[in-house]
């Protein structure tokens, strides 16, 4: 079974900052999809980015960037330019090739980020 | 229609009732998955449907545990004889691709 690790609990970045969240994945297979999802406190999910793993450029969306190692099976999320709004619960999550369960997610326990003003 | 919804957001039982928890789908988007979140955990995968065939359940879904998507359209989630540990959000998600999901705002469950 594929497991994410997400190994910062909580983050904390100043307003304007840059901070980069961590993620590491265990996985035998070789196409496969990887996100990060942003959970404010009203608990709906948003996603925030995605990176399919035979594309070896980063994603990139607005202030969001990721760092893809498919060799180290890391992916990391990079904020620039933090924002108040931007204070949330982060999840990183893998999706498997199609398999039993059909396209759906494994995620990590979360990182939380508080944003000071 | 411009996302997924649940109903009910909140959900306090008491233990030993049965619970039932609706999700409307993104129109048109053939997958839907339920997901749990208990506190401090990620979502935790426990079901989907494509239209209306449930394909696939966790073991995280006991036999108290039943889903239905009549008409591939909305699904519903069915807690029988709930227990203290059932306490959590359930998340629902739609998609139409593979590889993008579409989440709900969830069904928190509160089991006294």
């Known amino acids: 079974a594929q497991t994410v690790t997400q190994s910062q609990p909580e983050m904390s970045v100043q307003e304007a900052e840059t901070v980069t969240l961590s993620c590491t994945y265990d996985t035998s297979e070789s196409d496969y999809y990887l996100f990060w999802y942003k959970q404010p406190p009203s608990r709906q999910m948003i996603l925030v980015i995605r990176?399919?793993?035979?594309?070896?450029q980063n994603a990139t969306e607005n202030r969001f960037s990721v760092n893809f190692q498919k060799a180290a099976k890391s992916f990391s999320l990079k904020i620039s330019d933090s924002q108040l709004g931007d204070a949330a619960m982060y999840f990183c999550a893998y999706r498997p090739p199609k398999g039993n369960s059909g396209y759906a997610l494994n995620f990590g326990k979360g990182t939380s980020l508080l944003v000071t003003p | 229609d411009t996302g997924v919804s649940q109903n009910p957001r909140h959900k306090i039982t008491k233990r030993g009732q049965n619970v039932t928890f609706r999700c409307d789908p993104i129109?048109?988007?053939?997958?839907l998955y339920w997901y749990r979140q208990t506190l401090g955990q990620g979502p935790e995968f426990l079901t989907y449907f494509q239209n209306e065939a449930q394909l696939e359940k966790s073991r995280l879904l006991s036999d108290r545990f039943s889903a239905e998507r009549p008409k591939g359209s909305f699904s519903t989630l069915e807690i029988q004889r709930t227990e203290q540990g059932d306490s959590a959000m359930y998340l629902c998600?739609?998609?139409?691709?593979?590889?993008?999901?579409?989440f709900g705002p969830g069904t928190r469950l509160t089991v006294t």
């Open positions: 998600a739609s998609t139409d691709r593979a590889y993008e999901q579409y």
């Open positions: 990176q399919e793993a035979y594309k070896q």
């Open positions: 129109s048109e988007h053939n997958r």
